[in-house]
Nanobody, 116 residues
Framework: QVQLVESGGGLVQSGGSLGPSCAAY????????MNWYRQAPGKERELVAA????????NYADSVKGRFTISRDNAKKTAYLQMSSLKPEDTAMYYC?????????WGSGTQVTVSS
């Protein structure tokens, strides 16, 4: 079954760190670029970070540059988002997304809540 499963969200205080992960099943993970999106209540889903299929290229939203790091381990079929210096405005549901050509695969999300 083709799926992405996120884990590692949670509740953290402002200034803290979290490192959610995204495990892939049922498809050729190493041939897909990976993205992390987030969506806060009442807001549109936004792209937070992206990494190429081989891991050599990354991009970040301006709001998280210098605080978040996206990475992947193709042998483990897993993508990661290391988040530090978290702020209350980082509170959202975080989703991973695999993309190759016209194919897009979404996970069901993991909640990240940052308390002030």
């Amino acid at each position: 079954q083709v799926q992405l499963v996120e884990s590692g969200g949670g509740l953290v205080q402002s200034g803290g760190s979290l490192g959610p992960s995204c495990a892939a099943y049922g498809f050729s993970f190493s041939t897909y670029a990976m993205n992390w999106y987030r969506q806060a209540p009442g807001k549109e889903r936004e792209l937070v970070a992206a990494i190429s299929s081989g891991g050599s290229s990354t991009n970040y939203a301006d709001s998280v540059k210098g605080r978040f790091t996206i990475s992947r381990d193709n042998a483990k079929k897993t993508a990661y988002l290391q988040m530090s210096s978290l702020k209350p405005e980082d509170t959202a549901m975080y989703y991973c997304n695999a993309i190759r050509s016209q194919t897009r695969i979404w996970g069901s999300g993991t909640q990240v809540t940052v308390s002030s």
